[in-house]
């Protein structure tokens, strides 16, 4: 197929291109890197023993702190929470650089000065103000909070004091810097272990952590401030770090730009399977395909509703079958690379048979809704024809309640379950919802930040499915293909909201408002 991406951005490799050789695309990609607390330490670790001092990088960290809170608040009375470790040395060095600069602040101390070790004992010494003890925080007399008690490491629930300062701050309704993460907060999972209070704003170091985009941790961290503390790029960390946060830098290079003298079968076939009774979700599922720049669609429609497709999608052909013997015969045409399936298919033993049909005769797949959950009860089918479907790859598109029933037992974060399923399944998992995740095979994986909330609607699935075919048509890598339909979605339902104001008149968003803002 003839296909060109655009000249200023092939030239750059990216960790989602499965030719390119992945050690040195993720480091051209590091900004988009999510490292776990491991990790994180890792880099810190490396840093320290190529020559740079920890109470060098416990300065650069403080400081930036106070930074992003002078930037944030006006001069006002700040309260500066600091746990027993490096957390709170930060805290120390913030609470430092904002007295020097006028602003009245209080260092309230979880622990016993003395006991404090290494670089946090050293920012201690350079506080020249009083140190209180923690117990003696009164929220009523501050205006502010620095939360630097606890970091992304801690592995453990709050318990005592901690616990009880936490509850404090969050009942307050005080605006709060956390540093790193808000203390409780896990900043693998993004789950809390315990009580969090909640940030306004969370100063975080290097790269962001997968806690500060997954939910419920993206709310509770508020704004996310990412600070340059001077740990290199390419800074040793071991195995490789395989999660990003998905963004067009990792996978525009690798979107196909129509040739000048092409034609449409080099745009790419989809086929898109059509149910008897929810027309729609495979109508929706069609359109957006043809939006996202697929050559030619066509719906597969059951013999007594094929009109219905034909009057509604005058850009698609539709083809009507009466059985699964015609079905197969129309899976048979080689022009079409791509098979969307589910979407309105309707859980039945004809959505299964088009699913496995179309695996053997080596069609890609994007498998939704009912093509997923037909396979609930005995889901190592499904896994079994997908992995004798060599000469192609598949996208699994579930929600959580799909995913579920489909990969039921796997335990850990996000994106660590579905990685873990694509590995099971061998295809490509975008487990959606609010922090939608993608995941390969392999254990790359994304964590989606761009989707507003009104984009959980019925039909929104659907639109996501026809995208994802439509870019895999076209010759995207299956994961890239997956990751650019799900910011693009995302971005088209902003699109559709700004144009419309909907979030200004209480309106909400429909999936055809998505499909026209593509």
Known sequence: MSRTPPRSLAAQPSPLDDAAPQPNTRQRHHRQLLLTPAQMGQADAATIASGVPGIELMRRAG???????ARRWQPCRVA???????????????????RARGWPVRVFLLGQLERLRGDAAWAASQWQGATE???????AQCDIAIDALFGAGLCRPLDGLAADLVQQLAASGLPVCAVDVPSGLDGASGQPQGPVAAAALTVSFFRAKPGHWLYPGRALCGELALADIGIADDVPIQPAPTLWRNAPSLWQGLMPQPAAQGHKYQRGHVLVLGGARLTGAARLCAQAAQRSGAGLVTVLAPQPVWPVYAQALQASMVQPFADAQQLGALLDDARAQVCAIGPGAGVQALTRQAVLAAAQRGKALVLDADALTVFAQEPQALFQALAANRAATAVLTPHEGEFARLFPGLTGSKPERAAQAARLAQAVVVLKGADTVIAAPDGRALINSNAPPELATGGAGDVLAGMVAAWLAQGMPALAAACAAVWLHGQAAQRALGREGVADWGRRLTAEDVLRAL
């Open 80 to 98: 500066v929470l600091c746990g027993p470790g490096n957390n709170g040395g930060d805290g120390f060095v913030a609470a430092q650089w904002l």
């Open 133 to 139: 003890d923690a117990a003696a925080f009164d929220p």
């Open 63 to 69: 400081q930036a702190v106070a930074l992003a809170v």
